[in-house]
């Protein structure tokens, strides 16, 4: 039972355990998508080493095929936190879901992004301001079926009173990520020319990014959790201070 209470210590713990637990799934997946990935970044640098410079661009081409692991990973940690009970997703079932929420959180993406950049034009606070109320659209396209509903409206106001916890946790998030692939980057240039050093060190990146992808999870699932709380608790308030009815005596 995950408590509503918004902590990044406690969400970095609960989402180790969660991350340890499902390893084996997460790890599939996460590779299911590494190495037919580092396969097309071969054979383009190969053949089309003139026409598609790989150096330049193989960080877009790994962002636009890690999307459906992202979106596949983090509905299927969320829903072990909500429906402990319920049988588990396989592994087929977590990348088929990633492929199917993918075109809904490239267009989501893309409204997003305009929306940064138009607070951006403004000055460049407002842009940070709008991108951090933004920050978890993935979250909602995975676990959401929305038709009418703006998943980009459901994040601001998921945020909207945790604003500079919000803040926090994602600058912590970067700076540890950036700190992790630091400790692998050194290795990768001294051993630069070895194959089988870049695809290895790949691997325990690759490692390490799911579990960042878990916390998340597990943050935002406590986010949403005290959203609900404090809806709840201002519903209640309002009953409490509505007129009651007053019983007429009985004569």
């Known amino acids: 039972m995950i408590e509503s209470k918004l902590s990044i210590s406690d969400s970095m713990k609960s989402g180790f355990q969660l991350w340890k637990k499902h390893l ?56 072990r936190m909500e429906k402990e009970d319920e049988e588990e997703q396989s592994i087929r079932d977590i990348i088929l879901h990633g492929l199917k929420k993918w075109p809904t959180f490239v267009g989501v993406g893309f409204v997003a992004g305009f929306k940064i950049i138009g607070y951006t034009l403004l000055l460049i606070i407002p842009g940070i301001y709008k991108s951090v109320r933004l920050s978890f659209i993935d979250c909602e396209v995975a676990t959401n079926d929305y038709k009418i509903i703006d998943p980009c409206d459901v994040s601001e106001q998921l945020v ?18 950036l700190l992790f692939e630091l400790l692998f980057v050194i290795p990768f240039i001294l051993n630069s020319e070895s194959h089988i050093m870049s695809v290895l060190l790949g691997v325990i990146v690759k490692l ?6 878990v916390v ?33 005596p009985i004569a």
């Open 208 to 213: 390490f990014e799911t579990y960042f992808i």
């Open 160 to 177: 909207e009173n945790n604003w500079w916890r919000v803040f926090g946790f994602l600058i912590l998030m970067f700076l540890l990520e």
């Open 24 to 79: 084996k799934k997460i790890l599939v997946v996460g590779l299911i998508v590494y190495f037919p990935t580092q396969i097309c970044i071969e054979i383009i640098s190969v053949f089309f080493e003139n026409v598609f410079p790989i150096e330049e661009n193989p960080n877009n081409l790994r962002l636009l095929n890690n999307i459906y692991a992202l979106l596949g990973i983090l509905n299927f940690i969320i829903n």
């Open 216 to 248: 998340r999870a597990n943050y935002y699932f406590r986010l949403k959790k005290l959203k609900s709380c404090v809806v709840s608790n201002e519903l209640t308030n309002k009953f409490n201070e509505m007129p009651q009815e007053t019983e007429m």
